[in-house]
C-alpha cells in the first residue's frame, strides 16, 4: 500500500539568482542604443559647431542623428521604465539611462544657446 503524504504548507517560492547576462526587453534595448546613437550624433554636432560645414550636413546631424534619436530614446525609455518598474532589471535600468541622458543633453542645449 502506497502512503501519500499531503502538505498544507505550499511550496517555497524559489527565487532564482540574477545571472551575469542581460536580461531585458526589446524597449530597454531600444532606449540603450537609441541613447547612444544620440550621443554620438550630439558630439558630431558639437564638433560640427567648431568646423565650418554646409548647414545641409549640419542639419542633418542635427535632426538625423541627435535629435530624433533623443526622442526614441525619451519615449522607449519611459516605455522600459514603466513596464520594469516592478522587475527592476536591466530594462529598467536602461530606461533610466536613457530618460537621464535626454534631461541632461537638453538641459546642456538650453544652457549652452
Known amino acids: 500500500m502506497k502512503r501519500v503524504v499531503v502538505s498544507t504548507n505550499p511550496p517555497a517560492a524559489v527565487a532564482s ?4 547576462r542581460l536580461r531585458s526587453l526589446p524597449w530597454g534595448f531600444i532606449a540603450l ?15 560640427l559647431d567648431v568646423v565650418h560645414l554646409p ?19 525619451l519615449i522607449a525609455g519611459c516605455v522600459a521604465v514603466v513596464a520594469g518598474r ?3 532589471d536591466w530594462m529598467f535600468r536602461f530606461g533610466l539611462i536613457a530618460i537621464g541622458y535626454v ?11
Request: glycine residues 8%.
Open 55 to 73: 548647414s545641409d550636413i549640419t542639419q542633418l546631424v542635427f535632426f538625423g542623428f541627435f535629435e530624433w534619436d533623443g526622442i526614441l530614446a
Open 33 to 47: 542604443l537609441a541613447t547612444i546613437l544620440s550621443a554620438i550624433g550630439y558630439a558630431l554636432q558639437t564638433l
Open 86 to 88: 516592478k522587475r527592476k
Open 103 to 113: 534631461i541632461m543633453a537638453q538641459t546642456i542645449q538650453l544652457l549652452w544657446d
Open 17 to 20: 539568482a540574477p545571472s551575469g
